[in-house]
Nanobody
Framework: QVRLTEIGGGWVQSGGYLKLSCLASERIYTWTPMAWYRQVQGKEREFVARITDRGATEYAESVKGRFTISKVSYRSTLYLEMTNLKPEDTAVYYC???????WGQGTPVTVSS
């Protein structure tokens, strides 16, 4: 099973920027579908963004236009660029290989108003 490690979370003020990275322990391919989710304590994990096996990207309505998902396969890394961050983006962010049991441990993002 591929191990995933998220890094790049932290504290930022409203309107700020963060770039999350998800490093895979094994090679990932251009056709490997991956996604970002986030979870607030006490709530269910929610979908943020995905990149399909064909390279298409999809976003939750709440982040569309502000977040960008990308993948650099030869680096085995998935990214999530987050701009114009809002307090409601505060959560622990997780990456996953779509439809697999591979999840990272999460990286916390805190956006203050």
């Amino acid at each position: 099973q591929v191990r995933l490690t998220e890094i790049g979370g932290g504290w930022v003020q409203s309107g700020g920027y963060l770039k999350l990275s998800c490093l895979a322990s094994e090679r990932i391919y251009t056709w490997t579908p991956m996604a970002w989710y986030r979870q607030v304590q006490g709530k269910e994990r929610e979908f943020v963004a995905r990149i399909t096996d064909r390279g298409a990207t999809e976003y939750a309505e709440s982040v569309k236009g502000r977040f960008t998902i990308s993948k650099v396969s030869y680096r085995s890394t998935l990214y999530l660029e987050m701009t114009n961050l809002k307090p409601e983006d505060t959560a622990v962010y997780y990456c996953t290989i779509t439809d697999s049991d591979s999840w990272g441990q999460g990286t916390p993002v805190t956006v203050s108003s």
